[in-house]
């Protein structure tokens, strides 16, 4: 990349992937009893994956002894090309499981078994040094996912309740982790449980409040680190963008305009805990919890405008969004953050 007087830093990565897939799908509903319907699918999918890598940096033979990211000898240094080429071929089965039970037209009461995959791969662009040939391939990942919940309305429809709890036993999770200034997947066994729940009700013709809530804690076993010293720590952590609580509201006020449309009044809020942006919990990666509202007025008129003004995040909230620990080797963090404050108008016509 630059073989200067002053820091020089040799990459490469001369990579080819090629990928041919095929699945076929289908689904069946039966009715076991007036009130109890069995569903199920299946989904097969081949994956046929060619992986080829000229020339990278961190696979070269250096002449000097120093392994990986030396120059190619075209370039002034001593580093000889070590191409490679691997292959993937795997046939992944998804299916799902499921019984509804609705003893009324307001009420669904469901259970469900599910097996989902996800197609195992290569790791590709800018190696760690001393990345070893079996590090590039990763494997597929299968979930099996445990799932009872319901969905019910009451009060002549003016309130609607939906709820669910679940379990996700994961098999070979594809786990991202940086080491160093780059990153690579492995595999790992992982775990995750907790429910969630929607209510919206409309407790008068001109009002409805809205709301829902989540908890959810999760596991991957055995994640690998390199820390900053050198050493390998393994450890289990919590997957990344996971919060352990979660939650969403708000209420809308809508006002009809006899001959001319409506006017509707919004004020709703979002709010995480605190989780991290990264499989292993580096502290650069922390992301602190948060809660937001916004508020807007929508005019909807019959002649086809929709005008809408609003303001989004009132409290100004600069929470970040993402840390990255890509260079926290070197003392550097990567931060992202939410947008500011923002007012606005808007507007729309239908035809």
Not at 8 to 30: C, K, Y
Not at 153 to 166: A, E, P
Request: charged letters at 20%; a negative charge; proline letters at 4%.
């Amino acid at each position: 990349m630059y073989n200067g007087a002053v820091f020089p830093l040799s990459l490469n990565a001369d990579w080819r992937l090629r990928t041919n897939s095929i699945s076929a799908f289908g689904q069946v509903e039966h009715d076991l009893t007036p009130e109890l319907t069995l569903l199920a699918g299946v989904r097969v999918t081949h994956d046929d994956k060619t992986f080829k890598d000229a020339d990278n940096a961190a696979f070269r033979t250096c002449d000097s002894g120093q392994p990986g990211s030396c120059f190619l000898k075209a370039d002034g240094g001593d580093g000889t090309p070590n191409p490679f080429a691997l292959g993937y071929d795997a046939w992944l089965v998804s299916g799902k499981i499921q019984l509804d039970y609705k003893p009324n037209a307001d009420t669904l009461l469901y259970a469900s078994v599910s097996r989902g995959t996800k197609g195992g791969g290569f790791n590709n662009g800018f190696y760690p040094d001393n990345t070893s040939l079996s590090q590039i391939p990763y494997g597929d990942e299968t979930l099996h996912a445990f799932e009872v919940g319901e969905k019910i309305t009451l009060l002549d429809r003016k309130l609607r309740i939906n709820s669910s709890i679940f379990y996700y036993d994961y098999n070979d999770y594809q786990v991202f982790n940086y080491f160093g200034l780059v990153g690579l997947i492995s595999n790992q066994d992982a775990r995750a449980y907790g429910f969630e729940t929607e209510i919206e009700a409309r407790v008068l013709p001109e009002l409805t409040i809205y709301g829902s809530a989540a908890y959810l804690k999760t596991k991957i076993f055995d994640v690998a680190k390199a820390a900053p010293n050198g050493d390998l720590v393994v450890d289990d952590r919590s997957m990344a963008f996971a919060p352990k609580w979660s939650g969403s509201g708000g209420l809308t006020y809508t006002v009809p305009i006899e001959g001319t449309g409506e006017v509707a009044f919004d004020w709703n809020f979002e709010a995480r805990s605190a989780r991290f942006s990264g499989n292993f919990g580096d502290p650069g990666t922390a992301l602190e919890g948060y809660f937001k509202h916004n508020a807007s007025i929508a005019l909807t008129l019959d002649s086809g405008w929709d005008l809408r003004a609003f303001v989004d995040n009132i409290g100004n909230r600069k929470n970040r969004t993402y840390g990255g620990p890509s260079f926290a080797s070197l003392g550097i963090v990567q931060s992202r953050y939410a947008m500011p404050r923002v007012f606005g108008v808007a507007a729309s016509f239908r035809w």
